[in-house]
């Protein structure tokens, strides 16, 4: 009862978020999350890879500006369960499993749709009680052609995996 | 004289005599051999070497408030098969950062940064292997490193000739004036000063499929060394510089490379390169490291692979597979 409590409160949150000029949901999944929790949904099932590409003008911070010199392509790594009426999903976070691959390339002009608001890109979940991992991205190069010269890499660790 | 031959010779005098007055007498590019000899050198260079440098470069590019990292380089070649292995030696210190993303912070607030601590780049005859050993630092608001995670690997599988891996590799021994001729597509001209230095202007790319002019001063009284080299790609404002410090001299009587380099790829990256050792032999042991390295993978390494793209533009990924074929 307290997990489904928790749940519709975030969705609420979201919905929020969705209906303010936060961040905004860029794809269905949040909405069918919603859908599915006011029918009650409290567990997770059938943990699987959930890889996405999602490529963004370069930017290192909160607020600074959308670069138009270099993009960084991200890649999206990690596995999530899904929301489901039975059934039990086996996914942990893994401090040593990678989360997103980032590759930041020089770019000529590179334009956005978005520089200031950042926008949910994907939610992923994990254990018992469906926890939420969010991924948000702002500057978002709606050709997700970042594909210049490569200057570099990074990853983040804590990666959802199947067990 | 008839009007066909005045107009003939009229033609030859608009086309040939006129631009060597007005830009220091330019070739034409059907008559020049400058990339022929690019090509010569390059493949002569990579028949059989082993080069050992120090490399510095910033030590995060997300993150241009920390510093630069150190590194021993070691490259070697064969003629069939290159090989890379970059081991970092030193890190300026690294300094917490309270304007990245969200992301980027553990839950007490405290602030996560990875760092190349190791680079394998294998070019091999069949397919183009890399694998970066990332080490993961924590750091509190007091700049303080709380925490160092033991490096995990990420490995790359491309296929041959595509331009990542070549370009990790490469970009050590461009500014040390070799390896230009596979980026140069057509030479468009060529100003040859009375100095020895041939100024070439050509089309081509920079380790990716976007295409652009490349303005290159080649040595040739230095076995065609490329001693400064521009290339901006088409509707950028801005370039990317090779820079060799010719004053420094060069190292090796055959080939001769360039002690000293830069290689700036955006304005705000650039690696820097100082030769500390260069044989015209190829260090096996190295390249069977190296090869060795690029195919063994953790359970929890991730493998990506860019001969198996999707429609949004994904490489195959793979989890703590065997990589050996």
């Not at chain 1, 960084?72 to 899904?82: G, M, Q, R, S």
């Not at chain 1, 991992?133 to 500057?139: A, D, F, I, L, S």
């Not at chain 2, 599988?157 to 891996?165: L, T, Y």
Request: overall charge negative; charged content about 20%.
């Amino acid at each position: 009862m307290k997990r489904t409590a928790f749940l519709v409160s975030a969705a609420v949150f979201l919905i929020a978020f969705t209906e303010s000029d936060q961040p905004v949901p860029l794809r269905a999944t949040s909405q069918e999350y919603v859908a599915t929790l006011s029918g009650g949904t409290t567990t997770c099932d059938r943990c699987v890879y959930d890889g996405a590409r999602q490529d963004e003008c370069f930017h290192a911070g909160q607020v600074d500006e959308c670069s138009t010199t270099a993009c960084i392509a991200n890649f999206l790594v990690e596995d999530t369960c899904f929301l489901s009426d039975i059934g039990s999903c086996y996914a942990i976070r893994d401090a040593s499993a990678d989360d997103v691959i980032h590759y930041k390339r020089a770019d000529s002009a590179c334009q956005t749709n978005n520089p200031n608001t950042w926008q949910l890109w994907k939610i992923h979940y994990y254990g018992g009680d469906c926890s939420m991992n969010y991924h948000w991205v702002r500057c978002q190069k709606p050709t997700n052609n970042c594909n210049g010269t490569l200057i570099s890499t990074a990853t983040t660790k804590n990666g959802i995996v199947c067990q | 004289m008839s009007t066909k031959r005045i107009g003939w010779l009229l033609w030859r005098f608009v086309c040939k005599v006129l631009p060597m007055f007005l830009f220091s007498g330019p070739v034409f590019a059907e008559e020049l051999s400058v990339k022929d000899y690019l090509e010569a050198y390059d493949q002569a260079f990579l028949s059989a070497f082993t080069v050992t440098l120090q490399a510095t470069y910033p030590t995060n590019a997300f993150d241009g408030m920390q510093g630069s990292s150190t590194a021993t380089v070691t490259i070697a070649s064969d003629g069939t098969q290159q090989a890379l292995r970059l081991e970092s030696s030193h890190l300026d210190p690294l300094v917490f950062n309270s304007a990245r993303i969200g992301n980027q912070y553990d839950d007490a607030g405290n602030y996560t940064i990875s760092h190349h601590k190791a680079e394998y780049v294998h070019l091999g005859a069949d397919s183009w292997k890399t694998r970066t050993d990332f080490e993961h630092f924590t750091i509190s608001p007091q700049n303080v490193v709380l925490k160092k995670t033991p490096a995990s690997p990420l490995n790359a599988v491309h296929p041959k000739g595509h331009p990542d891996p070549a370009n990790v590799l490469f970009r050590y021994l461009l500014p040390l004036g070799r390896g230009f001729a596979q980026l140069v597509d057509e030479v468009v001209s060529v100003e040859e000063r009375p100095s020895g230095i041939s100024i070439v202007r050509a089309s081509g790319t920079l380790f990716s499929d976007q295409s652009g002019t490349w303005l290159l001063e080649v040595d040739t009284t230095r076995d065609y060394l490329v001693q400064t080299a521009r290339f901006r790609r088409d509707g950028a404002d801005y370039d990317s510089v090779v820079s060799p410090v010719s004053s420094a001299g060069t190292l090796g009587a055959e080939i001769p490379l360039y002690r000293e380099g830069s290689f700036s790829i955006i304005p705000s990256y650039a690696v820097s390169v100082r030769l500390t050792d260069y044989t015209r032999q190829a260090t096996m042991s190295l390249i069977h490291d190296v090869q060795e390295a690029v195919n063994a993978v953790g359970r929890r390494s991730t493998i990506l692979d860019f001969g198996r793209i999707d429609g949004d533009g994904m490489p195959l990924v793979l989890r703590g597979v065997d990589l050996v074929e």
